[in-house]
């Protein structure tokens, strides 16, 4: 049954089985238990590789974000997720993948190149995780190296509303997914090859452009 099932993140969407069987369904349920509205749709690529970048303050984000687009995302996930066995085999079965937190998990890197080589979508979390305050915290320089090495066109995406939203007020749409022009980190001026922080905080600034000033934190400026 787990073979049927199983998923890596380099596999074309109609392959992720477990994807395809629950996607719908659960789309369907989380749109009328915390409803979204999505700005910028016309942004997102058709088809393709492409890196999607935003900040991170619930844990609505990964999932809504994903429901918006409509498109399997690659994402990382904290190692320790794939060890519990429903949520590891599901996790796996939807095409993310393990990533050591807190330090350089260069295997973790390699994945994300191949991803993006393969021509999936990547989801990337710049700051490394959630943000207490729920405004923005400095990138970590790990997104500079995948942009730079793969020339993926990245797509800047602000969230805003997943603290705030609650299962179940089907009448109101408390999340906003804000979706930016794409652009490729080679193009950036305020971010100088090589500085991967500077880099990190050049792409950081785009997720920032869209976002409330009360949420831009150390990018407020």
Not at 172 to 178: M, P
Request: hydrophobic share 50%; net charge positive.
């Amino acid at each position: 049954m787990s073979a049927v099932f199983a998923g890596a993140p380099v596999l074309p969407q109609e392959r992720l089985w477990l994807w395809r069987a629950g996607y719908p369904p659960v789309r369907a349920i989380a749109s009328f238990l915390a409803p979204w509205r999505i700005e910028g749709a016309d942004r997102i690529p058709a088809h393709g590789a492409f890196i999607v970048i935003t900040n991170h303050v619930n844990w609505k984000d990964p999932p809504w974000i994903e429901f918006a687009l409509g498109r399997a995302i690659r994402y990382m996930a904290k190692r320790e997720l794939f060890a519990v066995p429903v949520i590891g085999f599901v996790l796996r079965g939807i095409g993310c993948f393990p990533v050591r937190r807190g330090e350089a998990d260069r295997g973790a890197l390699a994945i994300a190149l191949s991803v993006l080589a393969a021509g999936q979508p990547l989801g990337y979390f710049p700051e490394g995780h959630r943000s207490e305050s729920g405004a923005l915290i400095r990138a970590k320089p790990g997104i500079a190296h995948i942009a730079l090495r793969s020339g993926a066109p990245i797509l800047p995406i602000a969230v805003v509303g997943t603290p705030r939203a609650r299962l179940g007020r089907f009448w109101r749409r408390d999340i906003t997914i804000r979706v930016g022009e794409p652009f490729v980190a080679q193009d950036l001026r305020d971010g100088p090859r090589g500085d991967p922080q500077a880099v990190a905080d050049a792409i950081m600034r785009r997720v920032a452009a869209l976002l409330p000033a009360e949420m831009r934190g150390v990018y407020a400026t």
